[in-house]
């Protein structure tokens, strides 16, 4: 496959309509069936969930993977969760998005210089993709870095993103081991190729309502990607 999707609005076309995971399918449209009763209103998107933003984005922002009542809901990465409501008002501030909320795929969010992905693009059961889950996602990964030309920086959060972005480097062969990359928030490595990788705390609620990730912390991590992205000061 590699090469052979043109744009990424292909490659989001792939990826809505990938079935390579035999438990996330079937559980991402039974919670779209039965729903959660403060949306029993809602459609849910009940399918792989693309990847969003500006397409010449210099900043990726690398996730784990859809929430069962959030992305797999809207259809659109971190909107309509607590992790998305701690991560779109962080972007506004540096400058990445246009707006501070995201609650539905028509709200009008925009993003500008960023573009929001995940090493999983299916919802699992109890956030925790298993690691074949995770390989048959990387494709996507692979083909997603190949499309942003101008990608600069690259932010992950959480440890599992971490890992699986430099999965993706070794794959790449821009790496040959992963000695010397320890997953820390505000951790950051110059890559080979030009890149700058930046680790980050998850945004989920169990993070953010302990204290464990602050929208201080937050913010510094992303002003960090925008300088290390030549983007200049807010």
Not at 93 to 104: D, N, P, W
Not at 157 to 178: M, N, S
Request: with cysteine; net charge positive; hydrophobic share 40%.
């Amino acid at each position: 496959m590699a090469g052979s999707i043109q744009s990424l609005e292909e490659l989001n076309a792939r990826i809505i309509s990938c079935e390579r995971c035999e438990r996330l399918r079937p559980y991402c449209a039974e919670i779209a069936r039965v729903k959660r009763k403060a949306y029993a209103d809602f459609e849910y998107w009940g399918r792989p969930v693309p990847s969003f933003g500006d397409p010449e984005a210099r900043v990726l922002v690398l996730g784990l993977a859809p929430g069962a009542h959030g992305s797999n809901r809207t259809g659109r990465m971190f909107t309509g969760d607590g992790s998305g409501d701690f991560l779109f008002p962080v972007l506004h501030e540096a400058g990445f998005a246009l707006q501070a909320r995201a609650v539905t795929p028509d709200d009008g969010m925009k993003l500008k210089d960023a573009w929001i992905s995940a090493v999983a693009h299916c919802a699992p059961p109890a956030n925790k993709p298993t690691p074949e889950e995770l390989r048959n996602c990387a494709s996507w990964l692979d083909e997603e870095i190949r499309l942003l030309k101008k990608l600069k920086v690259v932010v992950c959060l959480g440890k599992i993103a971490f890992d699986g972005f430099l999965g993706h480097q070794l794959r790449e062969g821009k790496l040959t081991t992963r000695a010397g990359f320890t997953f820390g928030h505000g951790a950051e490595y110059a890559l080979p190729g030009g890149l700058t990788l930046i680790a980050s705390y998850h945004p989920s609620l169990q993070n953010t309502n302990t204290g464990k990730l602050t929208r201080e912390m937050f913010l510094a991590v992303f002003m960090r990607a925008r300088a290390a992205a030549g983007l200049g000061e807010r």
